[in-house]
């Protein structure tokens, strides 16, 4: 029966060509498969797909020519083509890299301001130090906290060996900042036979903190990082599996590796950064890293117009804010870890 056409008869009309887009309208590799990057080495990238399903596998992957200029790292969700079949001797090709939801960065140091890409994706940032030997450095764990602050993810403190030595001046340093805290240690004896046994509680508090979660460990070296990942994970890198590639022999020029955390959600992975020793911060704005101090923070509210609460900054709230006890007793240490290291980024900015 004749009808008029009206304007939405038009809208609902078929395209002429079909309703299939065009291919240059299409996204690429609609149909490719989501891998999770868990370790980087030579150009050859190494990705679980299908995870936590009975089709879960390895498989490795080279980067497109495309995508030769765009990093890919740890934590990365990235698009697989090509041979997915995960068998030996087949290399997938890796086509593109979906959208971060958290980057963490770090230039090389503070006078080198190539900003680098180190893991993306992870919920946490865990900053492993020693009670002593190796003796804790506050400096270093502001500056992982100015990472963590600056990467969006919620960071968290790992205090090891408290066997050997109370953490006590540490603790007092960072009473007034909202930071989680977790101790942990072994029994004397395990310690002196040089086989240290974690005590399972710390062990089970800091598996508690990282289920369901995707967690980057820093630390120095010789602070307990590795013997705790290995807690955590049952020593994937030194057995069968996976571990053929994430192994530590074959582990030789990536400075990140994902491993899975033991009897948890899936999903909750360890990212252990082996190569990474310190948190050059060249690429973050000065004028951002007190919102890592919060205990400190409040302070500037009564400072004169434009002070730059430095040392030499005349009337900067913040030195009555913890001569008033406002920042508790670690308050006046607190202040001079935040000019020291607001002085060595500012010296490169
Ligand atoms: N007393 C004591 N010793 C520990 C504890 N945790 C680790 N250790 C010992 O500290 C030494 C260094 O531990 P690792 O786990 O190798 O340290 P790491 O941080 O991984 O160091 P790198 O491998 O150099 O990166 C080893 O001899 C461990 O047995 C602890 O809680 N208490
Ligand atoms: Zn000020």
């Keep these: 029966m004749p009808r008029e056409w009206d304007e939405s008869d038009v809208r609902i009309r078929p395209n002429k060509k079909g309703s299939r887009p065009r291919t240059k309208d299409r996204p690429a590799h609609q149909d490719a498969l989501i891998g999770r990057i868990i370790t980087?080495?030579?150009?050859?990238?190494?990705?679980?797909?299908?995870?936590?399903?009975?089709?879960?596998?390895?498989?490795?992957?080279?980067?497109?020519?495309?995508?030769?200029?765009?990093?890919?790292?740890?934590?990365?969700?990235?698009?697989?083509?090509?041979?997915?079949?995960?068998?030996?001797?087949?290399?997938?090709?890796?086509?593109?890299?979906?959208?971060?939801?958290?980057?963490?960065?770090?230039?090389?140091?503070?006078?080198?301001?190539?900003?680098?890409?180190?893991?993306?994706?992870?919920?946490?940032?865990?900053?492993?130090?020693?009670?002593?030997?190796?003796?804790?450095?506050t400096g270093f764990i502001d500056r992982a906290l100015v990472a963590a602050y600056d990467a969006g993810i919620e960071p968290l403190l790992l205090i090891t060996k408290t066997d050997v030595k109370e953490p006590t001046a540490l603790l007092e340093h960072y009473q007034q900042l909202d930071?989680?805290?977790?101790?942990?240690?072994?029994?004397?004896?395990?310690?002196?036979?040089?086989?240290?046994?974690?005590?399972?509680?710390?062990?089970?508090?800091?598996?508690?903190?990282?289920?369901?979660?995707?967690?980057?460990?820093?630390?120095?070296?010789?602070?307990?990082?590795?013997?705790?990942?290995?807690?955590?994970?049952?020593?994937?890198?030194?057995?069968?599996?996976?571990?053929?590639?994430?192994?530590?022999?074959r582990h030789t020029?990536?400075?990140?590796?994902?491993?899975?955390?033991?009897?948890?959600?899936?999903?909750?992975w360890i990212i252990d950064t082996p190569g990474i020793r310190s948190f050059g911060l060249a690429h973050v704005d000065a004028n951002r890293i007190l919102h890592a101090f919060e205990d400190l923070e409040p302070g500037i509210a009564d400072c004169p117009r434009g002070c730059r609460h430095d040392e030499a900054a005349p009337e900067c709230g913040l030195d009555a804010w913890v001569a008033g006890g406002q920042a508790g007793q670690g308050g006046p240490a607190r202040l001079i870890s935040y000019r020291r290291l607001l002085s060595a980024i500012r010296a490169v900015q």
């Design 179 to 249: 930071l989680k805290i977790l101790l942990s240690r072994t029994t004397a004896e395990q310690a002196a036979s040089g086989s240290a046994r974690l005590v399972s509680d710390a062990v089970q508090q800091l598996h508690a903190e990282l289920d369901g979660k995707v967690s980057v460990l820093v630390g120095h070296s010789g602070v307990g990082k590795s013997t705790m990942v290995n807690a955590l994970t049952g020593s994937q890198r030194a057995t069968g599996g996976v571990n053929t590639v994430t192994g530590r022999g």
């Design 40 to 137: 980087v080495d030579r150009g050859r990238y190494t990705a679980i797909v299908d995870e936590a399903t009975d089709q879960e596998r390895t498989l490795v992957a080279a980067r497109a020519r495309e995508l030769r200029r765009s990093p890919v790292v740890v934590g990365d969700f990235v698009a697989l083509v090509g041979d997915v079949s995960g068998e030996p001797d087949t290399l997938a090709r890796l086509v593109r890299i979906e959208q971060r939801r958290t980057v963490l960065r770090r230039s090389a140091d503070d006078s080198d301001p190539v900003e680098r890409v180190l893991v993306a994706n992870a919920d946490q940032l865990v900053i492993v130090v020693a009670a002593a030997s190796p003796e804790p450095r």
């Design 253 to 268: 020029s990536s400075s990140a590796l994902a491993l899975r955390l033991e009897a948890a959600a899936p999903g909750s």
